[in-house]
């Protein structure tokens, strides 16, 4: 048995990498293109306010229907679910700016789940202001550095810049 050489291992390497790439990059696109078609699956569940099955029964109190609360359900499911494949794929500088809309879906989805338990909450929007700023904040650090990196500006010379413009108005004041 022979060893492989220097030269064949950085290239089975760099083989394997691209057929993990590729494998993972092939379940995502299966992911994304049959996601939407769960959209149909609320067909199997019944019209009426109740569902029984062997493992449990639930009740549509909010809906009255248990066919319509999946319909809503998978209405934010389905785009939750395809933000967060964008959010974890994504390889742009602003990628954050999506947990805005998954932040948006998810206090969607837990209202939903607390509507139809007769528990009414319409405070979401308070809870997705302060995401909001945080992730904009970050977002904003981020396209700065990004910028001064592209644009080969140091941010130390602005701030000196800022210093003996204050100190010059300070004296032309007095």
């Known amino acids: 048995m022979t060893t492989p050489s220097k030269e064949q291992q950085p290239q ?12 993972i990059s092939s379940l995502i696109v299966f992911l994304i293109a049959t996601v939407p078609f769960l959209f149909y699956i609320n067909d199997i569940f019944p019209d009426g306010k109740i569902w029984e099955n062997s493992l449990f029964s639930y009740q549509s109190k909010y809906y009255e229907s248990v066919n ?5 359900l998978l209405g934010k499911l389905i785009p939750l679910s395809l933000f967060i494949i964008w959010f974890f794929t994504c390889r742009h500088w602003w990628y954050p700016v999506i947990l805005i809309p998954i932040a948006l879906y998810s206090f969607q989805l837990i209202s939903l789940i607390i509507e139809d338990s007769q528990i009414i909450n319409d405070d ?8 909001t700023i945080i992730i904009l904040s970050v977002v904003y650090a981020v396209r700065t550095k990004v ?4 644009h080969g500006i140091d941010l130390s010379e602005l701030s000196t810049f800022n210093k003996s413009n204050k100190k010059s108005w300070w004296n032309r004041l007095r």
């Open 12 to 23: 089975n390497h760099s083989t394997k990498q691209k057929l993990k790439y590729l494998k």
């Open 68 to 72: 319509v609360f999946v319909w809503v």
């Open 124 to 131: 979401e929007i308070f809870y997705l202001i302060p995401i």
């Open 147 to 150: 910028f001064d990196i592209i």
